[in-house]
């Protein structure tokens, strides 16, 4: 990666600049307090959930430490390595809810035949194939975008290396590395949110044809957590990368980029265990009559 500086940059270059959040020195050390709380809540909330906890950690340490540092440098290899993770990583969590939908479809809308389909070795395949595909999607824009000559200002007004103000350091404009990083960074999140509102419009019309109120909101239920999850990642995921890039200013993407990654780790072990502790209030009676009636409208 070529690197070239103007005048008023040093004459050898370490990395870029994190820009961060600006503020005072007492402002930076109340941030590193604050996220260091949420960081340690999120790990101990996930516990086993290692998408979660690399995920939160491919960003989140680097952020801390940039608070109490008066550089807020980050190498050249960090920047893209960090990169590279937080998008496959990011990836992997959006495959990941997809097959959590298939599997709500499948319990709901097939319990009779779910342990049969629904076997071990599928699992284990599933599993597989979702890190396998979030970390080979990203791995040729970012080899693309690591090659491009960089000059000028090293800043990057961001928390994490996005690629939008990265490619504003490019010493060039190259419209064809633009156009394929637009093309294949949306896959990702596009073909699993569709596939999970097509799990939920089939669930979503056996649940509507439940004769009780009573069992059409326990039939939802038994999916909240889910969906939840669902809109509180890609609500804040499609804001930022659904629409152009320039309408956002600088403080909007770090907000709603803060958000996904850190805020919505966090709620999400919440999330799981307020739904399943309604569900733990219902009668096992009473969910096996409702998945019987919701299993009848399936077919």
Excluded at 5 to 13: E, K, M, R, Y
Excluded at 182 to 194: D, V
Excluded at 260 to 284: D, E, H, Q
Aim: net charge positive.
């Amino acid at each position: 990666m070529k690197i070239y500086n103007t005048p008023n940059t040093s004459s050898t270059i370490t990395g870029f600049i994190l820009l961060g959040f600006p503020c005072s020195r007492e402002g930076q050390i109340l941030l590193f307090v604050l996220f260091s709380v949420v960081y340690l809540l999120t790990l101990m909330g996930n516990g086993s959930i290692i998408c979660a906890i690399w995920y939160v950690t491919s960003t989140v340490p680097n952020m801390l430490a940039n608070f109490l540092s008066d550089t807020k440098a980050i190498s050249f290899s960090g920047c893209f390595l960090q990169f590279y993770f937080f998008f496959s990583l990011g990836s992997t969590e959006c495959f990941f809810l997809a097959i959590m939908a298939f599997d709500r479809y499948l319990a709901i809308c097939r319990p009779l035949h779910y342990p049969t389909i629904m076997t071990g070795r599928l699992c284990t395949n599933l599993v597989v194939s979702c890190w396998v595909l979030g970390f080979l999607w990203f791995l040729i824009p970012i080899i693309i975008i690591s090659q491009m000559s960089f000059c000028g200002s090293r800043i990057i007004d961001h928390f994490l290396c996005d690629p939008g103000p990265l490619l504003t350091l490019t010493c060039k404009k190259a419209p064809v590395v633009e156009i394929i990083f637009s093309t294949l960074s949306p896959l990702p999140l596009i073909i699993p949110f569709l596939f999970i509102m097509g799990s939920y419009a089939l669930v979503l019309r056996a649940v509507l044809k439940v004769p009780s109120a009573a069992g059409r909101r326990k039939a939802f239920s038994t999916c909240g957590s889910h969906l939840a999850v669902v809109s509180l990642f890609y609500g804040s995921v499609l804001v930022m990368y659904g629409s152009p890039t320039s309408e956002h200013d600088a403080g909007t993407q770090k907000i709603v980029t803060l958000f996904y990654s850190v805020i919505t780790p966090l709620l999400n072990p919440v999330i799981y265990m307020f739904i399943k502790k309604a569900l733990g209030k219902l009668r096992p009676n009473i969910i096996f009559n409702l998945l019987t009636n919701i299993y009848k409208n399936c077919i």
